[in-house]
């Protein structure tokens, strides 16, 4: 049974960092796509990123330059480095693969 569990999240000022780090079992991952989706609150959940298990990464335009995905295939680890947040990146942070999702890890960005 596949399993996803995300950890890394918390308070932060603006403009700091956070790195979120997803621990997935339950098979190989290294031939599948991971990801990132967010919900911030009262909104719904939307793509952040995407680890191609062929190497490529592809981010959302409010990513683009701020996150950076990646994994380990060694350990079935998938990370995501955030920096300069903004307030608007307050929100959980949920790891996907195939049709599985983590139970998230909560980021916030405030003063």
């Known amino acids: 049974q596949v399993q996803l569990v995300e950890s890394g999240g918390g308070l932060v000022q603006p403009g700091g960092s956070l790195r979120l780090s997803c621990a997935a079992s339950?098979?190989?991952?290294?031939?599948?796509?991971m990801g990132w989706y967010r919900q911030a609150p009262g909104k719904g959940r939307e793509f952040v990123a995407i680890?191609?298990?062929?190497?490529?990464?592809h981010y959302s335009d409010s990513a683009q330059g701020r996150c950076t995905i990646s994994r380990d295939t060694g350990t079935n680890t998938l990370y995501m480095q955030m920096n300069n947040l903004k307030p608007a990146g307050t929100a959980i942070y949920y790891c996907?693969?195939?049709?599985?999702w983590g139970k998230g890890t909560r980021a916030t960005v405030s003063s």
């Open positions: 680890s191609g298990y062929l190497g490529t990464t």
């Open positions: 339950g098979r190989t991952f290294s031939d599948l796509n």
């Open positions: 996907t693969v195939m049709q599985y």
